[in-house]
T-cell receptor, first 114, second 113 residues
Framework: AQSVTQLGSHVSVSEGALVLLRCNYS??????LFWYVQYPNQGLQLLLK??????LVKGINDFEAEFKKSETSFHLTKPSAHMSDAAEYFC????????????FGQGTELSVKP | DAGITQSPRYKITETGRQVTLMCHQT?????MFWYRQDLGHGLRLIYY???????DKGEVPDGYVVSRSKTENFPLTLESATRSQTSVYFC????????????FGEGSWLTVV
């Protein structure tokens, strides 16, 4: 079955440190991959997406992610964490014949320490 | 630029009552979705719709009913609410040819007591 795994339900970093949130998907067909961010009591906001173009994808707020087919991964990174980055992050996948139905990972809560 | 609006945003209801969560989008997107978000489960698809009058079940459809008589509206009804349906519900939509980008509403917080 197709699935998404986010390693680590909670990640804590210091302000200014590198942010790395891990996402792996399982599928033998080419995926479309997404990262969404959710701030408390709000909806999901798209950070970035991979749709079979460049493997290194840049998103909003200096986030980026790299699609690695050999590792079936789509890890999210940011060079320097800000306090405002504290939120829940979701990785999601869909495929060309799925009508846009997303399969979500369980989410990673990012905490940023001053 | 309203996008997707959900109502009510917050609701408390009693077990056994019928509840309808409304979803309205202003983009005329073909596809619409309902997800529920629960701790430890991420978001799970309840129902989706590819166009007006076309709906289909997602991963967790039991206890829910949807309809889509107009492209812009996609209401979700809990026919007889149960405590296990206490959750945050998100409506979403996607346009054809949008690179599969899905846009989410702000969510409806439902508590069943």
């Amino acid at each position: 079955a197709q699935s998404v795994t986010q390693l680590g339900s909670h990640v804590s970093v210091s302000e200014g440190a590198l942010v790395l949130l891990r996402c792996n998907y399982s599928s033998s067909v080419p995926p479309y991959l997404f990262w969404y961010v959710q701030y408390p009591n709000q909806g999901l906001q798209l950070l970035l997406k991979y749709t079979s173009a460049a493997t290194l994808v840049k998103g909003i707020n200096d986030f980026e992610a790299e699609f690695k087919k050999s590792e079936t991964s789509f890890h999210l990174t940011k060079p320097s964490a800000h306090m405002s980055d504290a939120a829940e992050y979701f990785c999601a996948v869909t495929y060309y014949n799925q009508g846009g139905k997303l399969i979500f990972g369980q989410g990673t809560e990012l905490s940023v320490k001053p | 630029d309203a996008g997707i609006t959900q109502s009510p945003r917050y609701k408390i209801t009693e077990t056994g009552r019928q509840v309808t969560l409304m979803c309205h989008q202003t983009w005329s997107h073909s596809y619409m979705f309902w997800y529920r978000q629960d701790l430890g489960h991420g978001l799970r698809l309840i129902y989706y719709s590819a166009a007006a009058d076309i709906t289909d079940k997602g991963e967790v459809p039991d206890g829910y009913v949807v309809s889509r008589s107009k492209t812009e509206n996609f209401p979700l009804t809990l026919e007889s609410a149960t405590r296990s349906q206490t959750s945050v519900y998100f409506c979403a939509s996607r346009a054809d040819g949008s690179g599969n980008t899905i846009y989410f509403g702000e969510g409806s917080w439902l508590t069943v007591v």
